[in-house]
Nanobody
């Protein structure tokens, strides 16, 4: 059983930055890949960023060059650094991981970009 807990969301002005963190219960070494998704009101959940084998990363076109995903195996965490935030980045952000054939989700953290 894997539990994922996100933190770091909040209210930020356009152009600002936030860093989201996802803490996993136990070792994350067997969780691969790990991703960040987001869901805006009335929209479908969308994949924002993926990190595979701790090295390979992939981003949605809408966040390329602004967001960076990383993982720290020693701390059992995955982070999403978000820079140059836009109002359209407003959403609930979810951490996701796949281990032993199962999908695990965090409870989500709200990110609001507004002046």
């Amino acid at each position: 059983q894997v539990q994922l807990v996100e933190s770091g969301g909040g209210l930020v002005q356009p152009g600002g930055s936030l860093r989201l963190s996802c803490a996993a219960s136990g070792s994350i070494l067997r969780i691969n890949p790990m991703d960040w998704y987001r869901q805006a009101p009335g929209e479908q959940r969308e994949l924002v960023a993926t990190i595979l084998s701790g090295v390979l990363t992939k981003y949605a076109d809408s966040v390329k060059g602004r967001f960076t995903i990383s993982r720290d195996n020693a701390k059992n965490t995955v982070a999403l650094q978000m820079n140059s935030l836009k109002p359209e980045d407003t959403a609930v952000y979810y951490c996701h991981g796949r281990a032993d054939g199962y999908d695990y989700w965090g409870q989500g953290t709200q990110v609001t970009v507004s002046s």
